[in-house]
Structure formats: structure tokens, C-alpha cells
């Protein structure tokens, strides 16, 4: 048994971290991978920007519906068969993307069917498998997981924008089938399990046992019933909002935009694709660390911070193209701040509805996310082909992100409103 080979010292939570680590910065590379590309389908298939961005756009857009669907799906078929079948469905759509020729094939393989899939393995996996395995050290192991999530859309974009510049865009392509299917896939059937007390442990920190929720025989109901109860928060509709503008200023903007804004200033691809490396490794610091803090400071104000100081950046990234220095601190205070949003929004989704419901609620919260990602994804590309430039998008997103920050401090938290009534004094 695996326990017996990392030691008894060790709680077989953080091994389920480290396969969900490895899970999630594969997927989220799988992913990102349309950013790269843009320009070589543009280039051979003659597309416009816009055409392509559709397809981009649906498969963000479906990324963040099926996030609280699968989130049902986990709590009724368990976490292992519900990541197996998404990852065989990622490398199905990804091989049968090589042999498209028009653009309807390019928005249902990369959009519906790869879109959809990696919703299944995305940020609200991250949350069940925290809520689920730890009852303490949450946010750090929140923090950890979200910036693989976001790390992934970076860190293999250099050498998936190497392979369509060396070799041709189809074989990036298939690079993702291949390493969905002989790396990710074995490691999560071996080694996932559904919950510590399926294998006679509990939740790493806790002091005694924690009950199994039963299983629902309706899958979707849950997510439903999750979305009807977020409806009637106040907390729900602020983090969706803040979470809509958060999307918007990484995934569709930033992550799919910033290779096709970098060649329009005559760098190349490659080098594009760096600048998204070299965040995705700062955003494994900064995510984490924000989950260490969450754990600490009040996550509101965090938020504020986040998106405050996100805002000022993007505002500044066209004056940045001028400075290759620029661009590289660009590229490290945005890594910083790319998804440190996700641990505090977390706690706050936890705090005000149940660790039980935090998956499936903070699923639709996530799904504003991928709204804003798509909305971002069309709206660049179009504006590029209305006004021949990315400036006008960049600043209207650096100013959506203030916006967010003052609504961030609106925001109630629960746990610090929930205080004990004290005794009445004894007539």
C-alpha cells in the first residue's frame, strides 16, 4: 500500500494534494492551450481574431458551467471516476482537433467538448479536495491547489508555442492527448480516493470523527439546490461579481490575449508564451501565500488589495510593451496577483454557506469567473480587429478591477458577524 511507502508520519491527504497538484497544472495547460494557437490557425486557415476568439469564448464560457455540475457529480460517482472520464474526453477532443478545417469543428472540439471536459478538473476540484481532506490548514492547501490550476495555463504555453512554431499547431495539439493519457490519467487511478474515511482515516487536523454526508440519488439536484441558495445571499451575488471581474482581467484577457498583443509589438510567440510562463511561476508564490494569509487576515480585505493593485497594473501594461524590463516586472507582479483572489473567496463562500456546500456553491461562483473569462476572450479580440490595438481592453479591465475592490469591502463575512449573545446578569 502507498501509505506504507511514504510513512506513517505522513497524512495520506497530502499525497491526494500532490496528484490533485499534478492533475490540475496538466488540465489547466490543456486548456489554455487555444492562446497558442491564434495566430498559426490565423495564419493558415485565414480566420480572423474574432472568429477564433468564439471558439475561446465557449470553452470558458462551458469551463465555468460544468464546474458545479461536476461538483455534483463528484459528491454522487466519487472524485476519481468523474476526473478519468474528463481526462480521456480532453484527449478525445484534443486528437480530433488535428483533422478540423472550419470554424463551427474549432468551436465544438476546443470549445464544447475540451471546454467542458477541463470544467470537470478545475478550481472547485480544489475546494472539494481541501474541504473534504483537511479540516485545518484549508486555505494554505486552497492556495496550493488554485495556483497549480492557474500555474498550468501558463507554464506550458513556452513549449506548446515552440512545438506550433517548430513542428505545426497540430502537434501541440496532440501533445495534450498524450500527456492526458499516459501521465495524468494512470497517476489519478492509482492513486485518488474519494474521501479519508473511505480508506479508515479522517481529515487531516481533526481531533474526532467527521460524519459522511449521504449521497444524493438525483447528481444535479445538488448543484441546483446550491445555486437557489446562493440566489438569496447577498455575499453570493458580490463574490460573483468580483469573481466575474476576475476572470476577466486573467484567463480572457491576459491569458488568451497577451501572445497575439505581444507578436502585434513584433516580439515572438515563444517569447509571449514566456512572459505567461514566468507568471505562472510567480502566481505558485503569490497563490500560495495568499492561502497562508487567508488563513490569518480577514479575506475581505485581502480582496481589496488583489484587485486594487491588479487594476493599476493592467492600466499600465501598454506602456509596458515599449520595455522589455517593464514587461518582466509586468509579468512578475500580475503572476503575484493572478489567482491570490481564490483562497480568500473561498473562506468567504465556506464561512457563509457549509464546508459541506462550499464545492458546489463556490462552483457558481466560479462559473461567473469563466462569464467574465469568455465575455474578456470575444471582447479583445474583437476590439483588436475594430481599433487595430489591445489598449482600449486593457484599460477597461484595469478599471473594472478597482471597481471590484471597492465591492470586495462590501462584503459581509459571517463568521465575524455570527457572535455568542452574552448571558443575561442574574436578577
Known sequence: MIER????????????????????????????????????????????????????????????????????????????????????TIAAGASLTTVMNAPYQLDLLWGVVVGGATGAVSVPLAATIANRWFSTRRGLVTGILTASNASGQMIFLPALAWLATAYGWRWAALSVAIVAMTIVFPVVAIVVRDRP??????????????????????????????????????VFWLLSATFFICGLSTNG?????????????????????????????????????????????????????????????????????????????????YGLDWVATVPPTVALTADTFGRERVGIVFGWIFASHQFGAAAAAWLAGASRGWFGTYTYAFVSAGVLCLL??????????????????????PA
Request: charged share 10%.
Open 5 to 88: 511507502l511514504i510513512g506513517r508520519p505522513l497524512h495520506y491527504a497530502w499525497l491526494i494534494v500532490i496528484v490533485t497538484f499534478v492533475t490540475l497544472i496538466t488540465t489547466a495547460g490543456f486548456r489554455a492551450t487555444p492562446g497558442v494557437l491564434i495566430v498559426p490557425l490565423q495564419n493558415e486557415f485565414g480566420w480572423s481574431r474574432g472568429t477564433i476568439s468564439i471558439a475561446i469564448s465557449i470553452g470558458l464560457l462551458l469551463f465555468g458551467l460544468t464546474a458545479p455540475f461536476s461538483a455534483a457529480l463528484m459528491d454522487r460517482f466519487g472524485v476519481r471516476k468523474v476526473i478519468l472520464v474528463a481526462v480521456t
Open 197 to 234: 474515511q473511505s480508506m479508515g482515516i479522517e481529515p487531516y487536523g481533526a481531533t474526532e470523527p467527521v460524519p459522511v454526508p449521504e449521497r444524493s440519488p438525483h447528481p444535479f439536484r445538488p448543484a441546483i439546490q446550491g445555486l437557489m441558495l446562493g440566489f438569496r445571499s447577498r
Open 253 to 333: 484577457l491576459i491569458g488568451t490575449h497577451l501572445i497575439p498583443a505581444a507578436i502585434d509589438h513584433h516580439m515572438r510567440a515563444v517569447t509571449g508564451a514566456s512572459l505567461l510562463a514566468l507568471m505562472g511561476l510567480f502566481d505558485v508564490i503569490g497563490t500560495t501565500l495568499s492561502g497562508w494569509l487567508t488563513d490569518k487576515l480577514d479575506p475581505r480585505h485581502l480582496l481589496a488589495w488583489y484587485y486594487g493593485l491588479r487594476g493599476l497594473a493592467v492600466i499600465a501594461l501598454p506602456a509596458a510593451f515599449g520595455s522589455g524590463y517593464a514587461l518582466v516586472a509586468f509579468a512578475v507582479f
Open 404 to 425: 471590484a475592490s471597492c465591492l470586495s469591502l462590501a462584503i459581509n463575512r459571517p463568521s465575524l458577524l455570527r457572535r455568542p449573545t452574552p448571558a443575561p446578569a
